[in-house]
């Protein structure tokens, strides 16, 4: 959709204390957080060539699926967190 994610995709380098998975390039994998309407907010590792031609698909879920409620409620929570981000900067640059 273009839209902001309501917060970063990237949650950090996966770290030693982690247990980072490694991707099929032998790679730390990197953590990231989805946001598309199938799975929102569940994390996951992927490789961190990810975009690139060396990218290997790497994609393992760290979170379990989420029920049907959650799956409803957390688009509707990012939502109301883009609008009230949209609503500050309104804010912010009216007063400036």
């Given at each position: 959709?273009?839209?902001?994610?309501?917060?970063?995709?990237?949650?950090?380098?996966?770290?030693?204390?982690d247990?980072?998975?490694?991707?099929?390039?032998?790679?730390?994998?990197?953590?990231?957080?989805?946001?598309?309407?199938?799975?929102?907010?569940?994390?996951?590792?992927?490789?961190?060539?990810?975009?690139?031609?060396?990218d290997?698909?790497?994609?393992?879920?760290?979170?379990?699926?989420?029920?049907?409620?959650?799956?409803?409620?957390?688009?509707?929570?990012?939502?109301?967190?883009?609008?009230?981000?949209?609503?500050?900067?309104?804010?912010?640059?009216?007063?400036?």
């Amino acid at each position: 959709s273009g839209e902001e994610p309501p917060v970063p995709y990237r949650d950090g380098d996966a770290t030693l204390e982690d247990t980072p998975a490694l991707c099929k390039c032998k790679l730390k994998c990197i953590k990231l957080v989805s946001w598309n309407v199938d799975y929102p907010g569940r994390r996951y590792y992927r490789c961190r060539n990810v975009g690139t031609a060396q990218d290997c698909n790497h994609l393992e879920w760290i979170d379990p699926q989420y029920n049907d409620f959650l799956c409803t409620l957390l688009p509707d929570l990012a939502n109301v967190v883009r609008k009230l981000k949209r609503d500050f900067a309104k804010e912010r640059q009216a007063s400036i």
